[in-house]
């Protein structure tokens, strides 16, 4: 019995080490068992369990490559999607936002992003260094924007107007999803 | 021992809920509060901007010019610009260099074999110091009509007649359909056996429905071959001819009495490529500089077509800012005009607003091939 009690309490403190949070609970609970009798007493520590926190699943490549572009061309579609799926608490609701960062060639900002919106299509035309990114059919910003809260989403990327910086070079941008629990 | 099988079990399932509460389900690559995903492009250093048919549909076996736009997108000039075709009998043209942020429109002689429409792609690349840049192809489509097509073998007969800048006759290229300059060594491909060797009696050419020359001996010089050692070829002075498409129909007379009788088409340009705008502060247009990327203050300036020489049979327009400004005919092609004793006209900068300015001029060429050149300046 002593070597079972000595196996869950090493098993329970590896995984309290390893994820604190996610372990805590089950931990409590651990330690309240005590199998030895009436005469026997252990130290039981608590940890209170935090409310329950956004979590979303960011899936797909890491990477969207829109290819190469020219200054004044239209909407490119980048060559993947990104699934975004929700692993908040169910009794919650979790909105989805996403932001776009400035577009970089080798550290350089290059380009700012341009709102498209409320007309994200073909006839919003993007000024002189600035770029227009559809994230899901939305126009994202600097600032974080309500987007589609689940599903497959598409990337979608319009090049500054002629005359723009960056010409010849490779640009990156960087999306950013967030969950936020009303 | 029970007890022991007990606690093993239920260890193994806490250990199966935490692992998989952290497990990320599958091509997920973030999991928690957020994530990101980074987005890259690559920006085209060049740009087909337009693609300009005829106006007139082009009839099966016509040779025409179809003008590429080509954009450089990069902070400094591109060199050796070279447009060409797909999808059409082409040769390509080549621009010495596109200064940044400037457009280049280039006529690049195409061949429409058959009839319907035709889908053309153009192309671009040049020379970004010593590192090659290329634009993404533009895409236009042409409808051709109905006409004679062209030969069923251009090998044999199309493209026996080439030309090259040396009297030596190396790297030869087809003349049909060539943009050429200065001194052009035409002759009859010696290296073609269907042709040459003991079958051919004679060559003879026509240039513009001129003059007939002939040459008997191989290879067949349009201008005949020097007497020299090596025999080299006598070249073709372009500069007499004016700038724009040219025709030489060409007979081989063969021994056994029969003939081939074909055509090339080509065109002259001894000017309007290798001209740029510039400016000056003198009527005279002494110490010029070019207008492209300049700054320009004061009350007055000389705008003017450098070289000052003229192109034969050229007609320039010149443009400000999309609007037609001015039309000169003779040299030197002057913005404002020029006054009688050949200097330039000046033009008043006063009361022009602050900003960026855009000079275009079009070489109007006979045969319906218009070159464009554009500088920006500004008014501080």
Same mark, same amino acid.
């Given at each position: 019995?002593?070597?079972?009690?000595?196996?869950?309490?090493?098993?329970?403190?590896?995984?309290?080490?390893?994820?604190? *949070?996610?372990? /805590?609970?089950?931990? &409590?609970?651990?330690?309240? +068992?005590?199998?030895?009798? @009436? =005469? $026997?007493?252990? #130290?039981?520590?608590?940890?209170?369990?935090?409310?329950?926190?956004?979590?979303?699943?960011?899936?797909?490549?890491?990477?969207?490559?829109?290819?190469?572009?020219?200054?004044? *061309?239209?909407? /490119?579609?980048?060559? &993947?999607?990104?699934?975004? +799926?929700?692993?908040?608490? @169910? =009794? $919650?609701?979790? #909105?989805?936002?996403?932001?776009?960062?400035?577009?970089?060639?080798?550290?350089?900002?290059?380009?700012?992003?341009?709102?498209?919106?409320?007309?994200?299509?073909?006839?919003?035309?993007?000024?002189?260094?600035?770029? &227009?990114?559809?994230?899901?059919?939305?126009?994202?910003?600097?600032?974080?924007?309500?987007?589609?809260?689940?599903?497959?989403?598409?990337?979608?990327?319009?090049?500054?107007?002629?005359?723009?910086?960056?010409?010849?070079?490779?640009?990156?941008?960087?999306?950013?999803?967030?969950?936020?629990?009303? | 021992?029970?007890?022991?099988?007990?606690?093993?079990?239920?260890?193994?399932?806490?250990?199966?809920?935490?692992?998989?509460?952290?497990?990320?389900?599958?091509?997920?690559?973030?999991?928690?509060?957020?994530?990101?995903?980074?987005?890259?492009?690559?920006?085209?250093?060049?740009?087909?901007?337009?693609?300009?048919?005829?106006?007139?549909?082009?009839?099966?076996?016509?040779?025409?010019?179809?003008?590429?736009?080509?954009?450089?997108?990069?902070?400094?000039?591109?060199?050796?610009?070279?447009?060409?075709?797909?999808?059409?009998?082409?040769?390509?043209?080549?621009?010495?260099?596109?200064?940044?942020?400037?457009?280049?429109?280039?006529?690049?002689?195409?061949?429409?074999?058959?009839?319907?429409?035709?889908?053309?792609?153009?192309?671009?690349?040049?020379?970004?110091?010593?590192?090659?840049?290329?634009?993404?192809?533009?895409?236009?489509?042409?409808?051709?009509?109905?006409?004679?097509?062209?030969?069923?073998?251009?090998?044999?007969?199309?493209?026996?007649?080439?030309?090259?800048?040396?009297?030596?006759?190396?790297?030869?290229?087809?003349?049909?359909?060539?943009?050429?300059?200065?001194?052009?060594?035409?002759?009859?491909?010696?290296?073609?056996?269907?042709?040459?060797?003991?079958?051919?009696?004679?060559?003879?050419?026509?240039?513009?429905?001129?003059?007939?020359?002939?040459?008997?001996?191989?290879?067949?010089?349009?201008?005949?071959?020097?007497?020299?050692?090596?025999?080299?070829?006598?070249?073709?002075?372009?500069?007499?001819?004016?700038?724009?498409?040219?025709?030489?129909?060409?007979?081989?007379?063969?021994?056994?009495?029969?003939?081939?009788?074909?055509?090339?088409?080509?065109?002259?340009?001894?000017?309007?490529?290798?001209?740029?705008?510039?400016?000056?502060?003198?009527?005279?247009?002494?110490?010029?500089?070019?207008?492209?990327?300049?700054?320009?203050?004061?009350?007055?300036?000389?705008?003017?077509?450098?070289?000052?020489?003229?192109?034969?049979?050229?007609?320039?327009?010149?443009?400000?800012?999309?609007?037609?400004?001015?039309?000169?005919?003779?040299?030197?092609?002057?913005?404002?005009?020029?006054?009688?004793?050949?200097?330039?006209?000046?033009?008043?900068?006063?009361?022009?607003?602050?900003?960026?300015?855009?000079?275009?001029?079009?070489?109007?060429?006979?045969?319906?091939?218009?070159?464009?050149?554009?500088?920006?300046?500004?008014?501080?």
């Amino acid at each position: 019995m002593r070597t079972a009690r000595l196996m869950l309490l090493a098993v329970a403190g590896l995984c309290a080490a390893a994820l604190p *949070s996610l372990a /805590a609970p089950f931990l &409590a609970r651990a330690q309240t +068992a005590d199998p030895s009798g @009436p =005469d $026997r007493s252990v #130290d039981a520590t608590f940890t209170p369990t935090s409310p329950p926190g956004p979590c979303i699943t960011v899936g797909g490549p890491a990477t969207v490559d829109f290819g190469q572009l020219g200054f004044g *061309s239209g909407f /490119a579609l980048g060559n &993947a999607s990104t699934v975004v +799926a929700s692993c908040g608490p @169910p =009794d $919650r609701v979790q #909105d989805v936002l996403a932001s776009v960062s400035d577009a970089t060639a080798l550290g350089i900002v290059q380009w700012t992003p341009f709102d498209c919106s409320p007309n994200p299509s073909a006839r919003c035309v993007t000024p002189t260094n600035g770029f &227009a990114y559809l994230l899901g059919g939305v126009s994202l910003t600097a600032t974080p924007r309500l987007i589609v809260p689940a599903g497959r989403v598409d990337h979608q990327l319009r090049l500054p107007a002629p005359g723009s910086v960056g010409g010849g070079e490779v640009v990156r941008m960087t999306v950013t999803i967030l969950g936020v629990l009303r | 021992m029970k007890g022991v099988h007990a606690w093993r079990r239920v260890t193994v399932a806490m250990l199966a809920i935490v692992l998989g509460t952290v497990a990320f389900p599958a091509g997920a690559s973030t999991e928690g509060a957020g994530g990101s995903v980074d987005g890259g492009v690559t920006v085209s250093a060049l740009v087909v901007t337009a693609i300009t048919p005829p106006a007139t549909p082009p009839a099966a076996g016509d040779l025409v010019a179809v003008r590429v736009q080509v954009r450089n997108d990069l902070p400094r000039s591109v060199a050796s610009l070279t447009v060409g075709i797909v999808g059409a009998v082409s040769v390509g043209a080549t621009v010495a260099t596109v200064s940044a942020g400037q457009t280049a429109e280039v006529a690049v002689p195409v061949w429409f074999c058959v009839a319907g429409p035709t889908t053309i792609s153009a192309t671009a690349s040049g020379l970004d110091g010593v590192t090659p840049v290329a634009a993404a192809p533009g895409q236009s489509t042409v409808a051709v009509g109905a006409g004679p097509g062209c030969p069923d073998d251009p090998a044999v007969d199309r493209f026996p007649i080439r030309v090259s800048t040396a009297a030596d006759r190396s790297n030869p290229v087809p003349l049909d359909g060539r943009i050429v300059n200065g001194i052009a060594y035409v002759f009859v491909d010696p290296a073609n056996p269907a042709l040459v060797g003991t079958r051919i009696n004679r060559v003879e050419f026509r240039l513009d429905g001129g003059r007939m020359t002939t040459d008997s001996t191989p290879p067949f010089d349009l201008a005949g071959t020097s007497g020299s050692r090596g025999r080299p070829a006598r070249g073709l002075d372009t500069t007499v001819l004016a700038d724009g498409t040219h025709t030489i129909v060409f007979t081989v007379r063969f021994r056994g009495g029969s003939t081939q009788r074909s055509t090339a088409t080509f065109i002259v340009d001894n000017g309007a490529l290798a001209k740029s705008i510039r400016y000056s502060s003198s009527p005279q247009r002494s110490a010029s500089l070019p207008l492209d990327g300049s700054s320009l203050t004061g009350r007055q300036v000389y705008i003017y077509v450098g070289p000052t020489d003229r192109i034969i049979g050229a007609s320039v327009r010149f443009l400000r800012n999309g609007r037609v400004n001015r039309v000169e005919s003779q040299a030197p092609y002057d913005f404002a005009g020029t006054a009688r004793n050949g200097d330039a006209r000046p033009f008043t900068l006063t009361g022009l607003r602050r900003g960026t300015h855009t000079v275009t001029i079009e070489f109007r060429l006979p045969g319906g091939v218009t070159v464009t050149q554009k500088a920006s300046f500004t008014r501080p």
